[in-house]
């Protein structure tokens, strides 16, 4: 795949059918760039907004939100993941890692 240019995705508008269309055409390129504003919108790495961002081929990934943590870690770990994808481990591993507890999230940010 050949580079291209910045993509710049809003993500809490509906983006699923425009990415599902870029994924399975042939012609699609690797971005240069990915930059997800609204980010807290993939959050939950479990939602097909999530894991179709997360799918789009780009050299590098800017997560743009005002509310980066709000409920669970998982929802730093779906942020972090989409711009340093493996970088905290697999999703079982950091579940397996980390609790929804100040502890965790103490060791966590001596990460990120």
Do not use: C
């Amino acid at each position: 795949m050949e580079s291209s240019n910045v993509l710049f995705v809003d993500a809490e508008s509906s983006v699923l059918e425009s990415i599902k269309r870029m994924l399975l055409d042939s012609n699609y390129r690797t971005f240069f760039a990915e930059n997800a504003d609204e980010a807290q919108n993939i959050k939950n790495p479990r939602a097909l907004r999530t894991q179709y961002l997360k799918r789009l081929s780009k050299k590098t990934a800017i997560a743009v939100s005002g509310t980066p943590f709000e409920n669970h870690m998982t929802d730093v770990w779906s942020l972090v993941d989409f711009v340093l994808p493996n970088y905290l481990g697999s999703l079982r591993e950091f579940e397996g890692r980390y609790g929804d507890d100040i502890e965790s999230a103490q060791a966590l940010e001596k990460l990120i």
